[in-house]
């Protein structure tokens, strides 16, 4: 087919341009813009180039071109079986991994893991190629190792407050007091910490609230029999460790009350 590998190389700029862009209209800044972008693109230039492959493999079969591999014309058989099959085998991965990418962007820290897997298993299906096609293959295996390092060494935290941050940037002026006992709606970063950690008030009155009721429990188990001293002192502990300092005295106060009454 004319003019491949022209078409490629504009499209490679096209996929760069065009991911750097969405991601900038997406809100994305710094090194967390840097990282989804490379990822963006990694995922739609495999697609564009296997896509440009495949075309070019059915343009070479249907005007019976010759292969400069074989030497002989394009033909429907194994040889040309296996490139198309490569070739579409290929373009479901970048699929995937433009999915996954996209899921960066948008703060969700379980899609770098899946992006991560994905780019491995493409550069173990890539990197045999290299004595075969050693243009092909060489920049194939190159562009999946630089992916593995920037997605891999950008760490967790470049996509993982990206949530936060426009929640934060949305919810933060309107903040309002947590009531006693009622529990906080945030939205998880994926390792156990709360979506709303970035405001001290709502992780306070969350503490407070959680202390609370476990000091309620505690008072309603013993006045009813149901909770022994081991059991009781179990759960003082765990309302000393997520409480202040005025609660933990609390706590102390109705322990001496359950040695007492015991």
Not at 63 to 78: E, I, M, R, V
Not at 211 to 228: K, M, N
Request: hydrophobic residues 45%; contains cysteine; glycine residues 10%.
């Amino acid at each position: 087919m004319p003019y491949t590998d022209q078409i490629v190389l504009v499209l490679l700029l096209l996929c760069l341009f065009g991911s750097l862009v969405y991601q900038w209209r997406q809100g994305l800044r710094g090194g967390r813009l840097a990282l989804v972008t490379f990822a963006m693109f990694y995922a739609l230039s495999v697609i564009s180039a296997l896509t440009m492959h495949c075309i070019d493999l059915m343009y070479g079969w249907s005007h019976h071109l010759t292969s400069f591999g074989t030497g002989k014309p394009f033909a429907w058989n194994w040889h040309l079986y296996s490139l198309t099959l490569f070739g579409v085998l290929l373009i479901w991965f970048g699929v995937q991994c433009l999915r996954r990418a996209l899921r960066m962007g948008r703060g969700d820290v379980a899609a770098r893991g899946e992006f991560l897997r994905l780019v491995v298993v493409m550069l173990a299906i890539v990197l045999p190629i290299i004595p075969i096609q050693p243009f092909f293959g060489a920049i194939a295996s190159a562009l999946s190792v630089i992916a593995l390092l920037v997605v891999a060494l950008g760490g967790r935290s470049a996509t993982g407050t990206a949530e936060l941050e426009r929640y934060a940037s949305r919810r933060g002026s309107q903040a309002s007091p947590t009531r006693p006992g009622t529990r906080m709606r945030g939205r998880s970063d994926g390792d156990g910490s709360e979506g709303v950690s970035s405001m001290p008030n709502r992780i306070c009155a969350r503490r407070s609230s959680t202390a609370t009721s476990a000091i309620r429990s505690i008072c309603l188990s013993v006045s009813r029999g149901w909770l022994s001293r081991s059991s009781a002192r179990t759960w003082i502990n765990v309302s000393a460790r997520s409480g202040t300092a005025g609660t933990s005295v609390l706590v102390a106060v109705i322990w001496s009350g359950i040695v007492a009454c015991g």
